[in-house]
């Protein structure tokens, strides 16, 4: 998604959300932004997270790159596109943008990049499912089932494995 600096110059977020415990892990600000930008990025929580057996993405040029091809080739990371003009093939995603547009970019005057990043970033930390069931509370998704340093529990979804090491396919019981 895009919006735009109080100067005209318009930026980009990069929306990185978890579909198995509605997690937003990242969202990335740039005024552009490439594969190998987006590779960064997966392996940055990936260290934290372990990685997905599978990433579903639009078909945006960043995402369909030589970069990430590469990327999800070497990690054994399966990456499923959505058809183009079917949102609703990564709804929960396209429900978090609209959030995001709504609740955040659209409320707010960026001056620059790093006035952006700093209310987006503070928007995602107090707007993730793990802020609202700890205050109704509920166990945290993230407790319950993510990773920790590359490490997965029995019923997540994430593969064994360090930052930059191949993994084995994933097994569902």
């Not at 415990?21 to 190998?36: P, Q, W």
């Not at 793990?130 to 019923?155: E, I, L, M, V």
């Amino acid at each position: 998604m895009a919006d735009t600096l109080v100067s005209g110059r318009r930026f980009r977020v990069l929306t990185l959300v978890d579909d198995f415990t509605r997690e937003c892990l990242g969202l990335v600000v740039d005024t552009s932004l490439t594969g190998l930008r987006v590779a960064r990025e997966l392996d940055r929580i990936a260290e934290l997270r372990g990685y997905p057996c599978m990433i579903v993405s639009d078909n945006g040029t960043e995402l369909t790159s030589n970069a990430i091809l590469a990327w999800q080739q070497q990690r054994g990371v399966e990456w499923h596109y959505t058809a183009p003009g079917k949102p609703m093939q990564n709804g929960f995603v396209e429900s978090f943008n609209g959030r995001l547009r709504d609740e955040c970019l659209n409320e707010h005057l960026f001056a620059d990049l790093k006035d952006a990043r700093a209310i987006i970033e503070e928007w995602r930390t107090d707007s993730t499912p793990t802020d609202r069931t700890r205050a109704k509370g509920s166990r945290q998704p993230s407790s319950q089932h993510a990773p920790s340093r590359g490490k997965t529990g029995t019923d997540s979804p994430y593969k064994r494995g360090q930052v930059g090491e191949q993994v084995k396919e994933c097994e569902y019981g």
